[in-house]
């Protein structure tokens, strides 16, 4: 090659000079290609190639490095770009993270949240609860809500009889009976102390205990996709704990109540209550086309009794006829003391058949007894009449709501009771034969 296009040559090739060592350095690119430029035209002389041609040379070198250049800024500001996309996208990331962390957190505030108002409620209810039946509902709703589960029984323990009485329950079937609590335990379920669960039957009983002491008892069964066991048995004492006090109020309240409508030398309930399931079982009758038996029984020549061995004896046969006729009767009966040595038993959808057999049972128990105490034994016996709802009640009384057609029915059976006193005592009279 000419050396005298060795110069022209080197400043053609400067603008792909500058473009690939642009590439890693934009400065290095430049001053590359303007030593080359600069360097081949103090060596060519322009003079000798023409004016024209040299300044048309010069102009292709200069548009051609200012395209190069162009090139690589380019290239760098699309890395640079490429950066910052990538970094906004992390920091995007990032945020979502940040987002669904926040989501998390908010929604088990709100579930906390839900609960403790539910708890909060649910104490607040038994701690002012009057209507008891009302009241269970609604303690049902609050538990299942708690839990989360439909599935569950919640049992008090009765301090009149030391038993288990079911407060509140769900729409679930898992728990058909006390007798499947103790299955469940394995022992007597109030000598629990603390949450018992079974992993296998995805069950949960746990104790209400107040000062030391058994109150009430919950039975939680759960889906296999609710079943956490560490955390619903700290939920489950949790909530027990706080519903404790309330539980031992609705026990006290209760046993006010009983002891309100229960007479206490006898153990029977009082003549108020008495009257009232006559009426509540005569609108049952005549709502569901039922009958209705009811019996008083008088003790037998009981002022003698109080006279010749004292009134302490006179109470000690009046506790031992009224243990006698409760544990003569259905639970579905219902003895009360009717006044003095009188006692009146209601026997919902008793036939006459069956009343006259139930009565004459009691005569004869009665009778079959002996009444000690101390060294006094005596014989006792009792006269008994009995009346039938809608039998021995008025058509125009029975229609009436105002009471009418108790006073009948306790009336008839009264007249049939004077009959059997009047015709020697011990014995059954029937107000169809009055």
């Not at 030391?162 to 769900?170: D, K, R, Y």
């Not at 759960?222 to 026990?251: H, M, T």
């Not at 019996?295 to 006829?321: C, E, P, S, T, W």
């Not at 009995?386 to 039998?391: D, K, L, N, T």
Request: with cysteine.
């Amino acid at each position: 090659m000419n050396k005298q296009y060795l110069p022209v040559f080197l400043i053609a090739v400067s603008p792909l000079a500058s473009y690939l060592l642009g590439r890693f350095s934009r400065a290095l690119g430049a001053l590359a290609a303007l030593a080359l430029c600069a360097g081949s035209a103090f060596v060519l002389d322009f003079g000798s190639a023409g004016l024209i041609p040299a300044l048309l040379l010069f102009l292709w070198v200069l548009a051609a490095l200012a395209h190069s250049l162009t090139l690589n800024s380019d290239a760098a500001g699309s890395g640079t770009g490429d950066l910052k996309l990538r970094a906004a996208r992390a920091a995007v990331a990032g945020l979502e993270g940040t987002l669904r962390d926040l989501k998390r957190d908010f929604a088990a505030l709100g579930a906390n949240e839900k609960k403790a108002l539910t708890l909060y409620s649910a104490v607040k209810l038994l701690s002012e609860a009057v209507d008891l039946e009302s009241a269970g509902k609604q303690f049902g709703r609050y538990v299942r809500d708690y839990f989360g589960t439909p599935d569950f029984v919640f049992y008090v323990y009765d301090l009149n009889s030391n038993t288990p009485e079911l407060f509140a329950s769900g729409e679930g079937n898992g728990f058909s009976s006390w007798d499947m609590v103790v299955r469940l335990s394995g022992r007597d379920p109030a000598e629990l102390s603390g949450a018992l669960v079974s992993d296998a039957e995805r069950t949960m009983l746990v104790p209400v205990r107040h000062a030391g002491g058994p109150v009430g008892l919950f039975a939680l069964r759960f889906a296999p996709d609710a079943f956490q066991r560490e955390f619903l048995a700290a939920s489950a004492e949790e909530f027990a704990g706080e519903v404790s006090f309330a539980v031992k109020r609705i026990q006290l309240f209760r046993q006010v109540e009983w002891l309100s409508q229960v007479d206490g030398l006898t153990g029977v309930y009082r003549r108020n209550a008495l009257d009232d399931k006559i009426s509540e079982e005569i609108k049952r009758a005549v709502a569901f086309r039922t009958t209705l038996g009811f019996m008083i029984a008088d003790i037998d020549h009981f002022k003698l009794i109080n006279d010749r061995y004292g009134h302490q004896f006179g109470d000690f046969v009046l506790k031992k006829v009224g243990l006698l006729l409760r544990s003569s009767v259905y639970e579905t009966d219902f003895v009360g003391r009717y006044g003095g040595e009188e006692f009146g038993i209601v026997l919902p959808r008793a036939d006459f058949a069956g009343a006259l057999r139930k009565a004459e049972a009691i005569r004869t128990r009665i009778e079959g007894e002996s009444f000690s105490q101390g060294f006094d034994t005596v014989k006792v016996t009792v006269s008994i009449g009995i009346a039938h709802f809608p039998r021995d009640v008025s058509g125009a009384a029975a229609r009436r709501q105002d009471g009418a057609a108790a006073g009948e029915l306790i009336a008839r059976a009264d007249a049939a009771l004077y009959k059997a006193k009047e015709t020697g005592r011990n014995k059954v009279v029937d107000a169809g034969n009055v």
